[in-house]
């Protein structure tokens, strides 16, 4: 499939069939380990099993036999659904969904003693059912954590009429499990600042600079998008302060995980999910990417960010440079960068009165390109790609991003494209993951454009980007 234009090269992606979320990641010895949501079968969501790949820097992978795979007659019998991996004591263990039709959902364990190679099941659900006095729509996606002595773990649901929750159990051995209560029940009737949903999937909980971050991907028969929820967590509740989107390209980033590595960083992957038609991902075979590696940081305005890792830069290759001067309103100015495989830096002060784009995946005609625009104004940046392909079987639709500007404060922007993936990264504050599917092999073009007063090109930079699997 290496010969697929819409294959990423630098992200990580099994070598056919589907992906979604990823699951288990931890860093055992000096491996790293991802887990994800993998169909053998085919380029489709059904009968899941756990694939697996490791990596010694985070950029680089091998691909690994299947780790978990459904057993029949057992609590998985229709899917092992998504979940965590955690050191216990020196045994590696993880904590997944099992899955039976129709809908039957409950936490199943299962250890390593071969270096997370191979994994035996614990016989039984380690939670035989829901709390019995909450109507949940569903019961799923784990995070677990040491605490005080004791694991606690967190599971995805959501309360009918209510809204999303996480609910909290706390264990001696991680076999054996208490109810503590939700952690923290959402709202469904309100959409400010953000709507938060009716389920919760794939929780994630974890201290930043001494608060508490929870992260959950909002579901309702369809994902929508993941949101960052940062604020106290004390006596078993948490009480968020600042809710908002993770990222901007709503489903496109979704069920992201972190794991803490031994450096101190807290490393995240997000799900990129396909943006085109069923038929089109079965012809192609293949289906689902990983986001970059990426660093949870806390942004310069407060919000949860996850940013390329430090080595996404060992990735780099050959180099272009665009000079600075003004982009005059008007017609596009194409400059001498091309390709499907790239980064871009580009810093550039827009007009105050007016908007400033960036042309990407273009073709010479402009008749597709995917746009980036600016509006200072509106503090706004845009991800446009309603144009980014001539063929009728993708998403066309506009993602959004509120990003105020300092006075004097320019625009960087970090972009990264890889075939059909785009992920935006915008002054260290806001990131933008998303799908493009451009039709002709010559749009692969840049250009820049400015509307009602002239922007100003302060550096442009590009380079091509590593095949990691050359």
Same mark, same amino acid.
């Given at each position: 499939?290496?010969?697929?234009?819409?294959? =990423?090269?630098? &992200?990580?992606?099994?070598?056919?069939? %589907?992906?979604?979320?990823?699951?288990?990641?931890?860093? %055992?010895?000096?491996?790293?380990?991802?887990?994800?949501?993998?169909? =053998?079968?085919?380029?489709? &969501?059904?009968?899941?099993?756990?694939?697996?790949?490791?990596?010694?820097?985070?950029?680089?992978? $091998? &691909?690994?036999?299947?780790?978990?795979?459904?057993?029949?007659?057992?609590?998985?019998?229709?899917?092992?659904?998504?979940?965590?991996?955690?050191?216990?004591?020196?045994?590696?263990?993880?904590?997944?969904?099992?899955?039976?039709?129709?809908?039957? $959902?409950?936490?199943?364990?299962?250890?390593?003693?071969?270096? *997370?190679?191979?994994?035996?099941?614990?016989?039984?659900? !380690?939670?035989?059912?829901?709390?019995?006095?909450?109507?949940?729509?569903?019961?799923?996606?784990?995070?677990?954590?040491?605490?005080?002595?004791?694991?606690?773990?967190?599971?995805?649901?959501?309360?009918?009429? $209510?809204?999303?929750?996480?609910?909290?159990?706390? +264990?001696?051995?991680?076999?054996?499990?208490?109810?503590?209560?939700?952690?923290?029940?959402?709202?469904?009737?309100?959409?400010? @600042?953000?709507? /938060?949903?009716?389920?919760?999937?794939?929780?994630?909980?974890?201290?930043?600079?001494?608060?508490?971050?929870?992260?959950?991907?909002?579901?309702?028969?369809?994902?929508?998008?993941?949101?960052?929820?940062?604020?106290?967590?004390?006596?078993?509740?948490?009480?968020?302060?600042?809710?908002?989107?993770?990222?901007?390209?709503?489903?496109?980033?979704?069920?992201?995980? /972190?794991? @803490?590595?031994?450096?101190?960083?807290?490393?995240?992957?997000?799900?990129?999910?396909?943006?085109? +038609?069923?038929?089109?991902?079965?012809?192609?075979?293949?289906?689902?990417?990983?986001?970059?590696?990426?660093?949870?940081?806390?942004? +310069?305005?407060?919000?949860?960010?996850? *940013?390329? !890792?430090?080595?996404?830069?060992?990735?780099?290759?050959?180099?272009?440079?665009?000079? =600075?001067? *003004?982009?005059? =309103?008007?017609?596009?100015?194409?400059?001498?960068?091309?390709?499907?495989?790239?980064?871009?830096?580009?810093?550039?002060? @827009?007009?105050?009165?007016?908007?400033?784009?960036? %042309?990407?995946?273009?073709?010479?005609?402009?008749?597709?390109?995917?746009?980036?625009?600016?509006?200072?104004?509106?503090?706004?940046?845009?991800?446009?790609?309603?144009?980014?392909?001539?063929?009728?079987?993708? %998403?066309?639709?506009?993602?959004?991003?509120?990003?105020?500007?300092?006075?004097?404060?320019?625009?960087?922007?970090?972009?990264?494209?890889?075939?059909?993936?785009?992920?935006?990264?915008?002054?260290?504050?806001?990131?933008?993951? +998303?799908?493009?599917?451009?039709?002709?092999?010559?749009?692969?073009?840049?250009?820049?454009?400015?509307?009602?007063?002239?922007?100003?090109?302060?550096?442009?930079?590009?380079?091509?980007?590593?095949?990691?699997?050359?």
């Amino acid at each position: 499939m290496t010969s697929d234009p819409h294959r =990423p090269r630098y &992200h990580f992606l099994p070598p056919a069939n %589907w992906m979604n979320d990823p699951n288990g990641l931890i860093q %055992w010895g000096e491996t790293f380990h991802l887990f994800y949501q993998y169909n =053998p079968a085919g380029a489709y &969501h059904r009968n899941i099993h756990w694939g697996h790949a490791t990596s010694a820097d985070l950029l680089y992978w $091998q &691909h690994q036999p299947v780790a978990l795979a459904p057993t029949p007659g057992g609590p998985d019998a229709d899917g092992c659904w998504s979940g965590c991996a955690v050191n216990d004591y020196g045994t590696p263990t993880v904590i997944y969904t099992g899955f039976r039709l129709p809908e039957v $959902q409950t936490p199943c364990l299962a250890v390593s003693h071969d270096g *997370l190679l191979t994994w035996q099941k614990w016989p039984e659900p !380690i939670i035989p059912s829901p709390p019995v006095d909450l109507d949940l729509l569903g019961f799923r996606d784990h995070t677990v954590w040491h605490e005080d002595g004791r694991w606690v773990m967190l599971i995805g649901a959501g309360i009918r009429s $209510q809204g999303g929750t996480v609910l909290l159990y706390r +264990s001696d051995d991680l076999r054996r499990w208490e109810y503590g209560g939700p952690l923290l029940i959402g709202d469904a009737g309100q959409f400010a @600042p953000v709507w /938060t949903g009716a389920f919760w999937e794939c929780p994630d909980f974890f201290a930043v600079n001494g608060d508490h971050v929870l992260i959950c991907s909002v579901w309702d028969q369809r994902p929508y998008y993941t949101i960052a929820m940062r604020g106290e967590y004390r006596d078993a509740r948490f009480t968020p302060s600042l809710t908002h989107k993770l990222d901007y390209g709503d489903a496109h980033f979704y069920a992201p995980q /972190t794991m @803490p590595i031994r450096d101190g960083r807290r490393i995240m992957f997000g799900w990129v999910m396909e943006g085109r +038609s069923e038929a089109a991902v079965l012809a192609a075979g293949w289906a689902g990417v990983m986001s970059l590696p990426r660093e949870v940081r806390l942004a +310069s305005d407060g919000q949860v960010v996850a *940013l390329p !890792i430090a080595e996404v830069r060992q990735l780099r290759g050959a180099e272009q440079q665009v000079a =600075p001067g *003004l982009i005059m =309103p008007g017609a596009p100015q194409w400059v001498p960068i091309r390709g499907a495989h790239l980064e871009l830096e580009v810093i550039m002060l @827009p007009p105050p009165h007016g908007v400033a784009s960036v %042309w990407l995946r273009a073709s010479p005609d402009g008749a597709e390109a995917t746009m980036l625009r600016y509006d200072r104004a509106a503090a706004t940046l845009t991800l446009d790609r309603s144009r980014s392909s001539l063929s009728s079987d993708v %998403w066309r639709d506009a993602h959004h991003a509120s990003l105020p500007l300092a006075p004097g404060e320019p625009l960087y922007l970090r972009i990264f494209l890889d075939g059909s993936l785009i992920e935006v990264f915008a002054n260290d504050r806001r990131s933008i993951t +998303s799908r493009i599917y451009p039709s002709r092999p010559d749009s692969d073009g840049v250009a820049l454009q400015a509307a009602g007063n002239p922007a100003e090109l302060v550096t442009m930079r590009s380079w091509e980007m590593a095949d990691i699997w050359a």
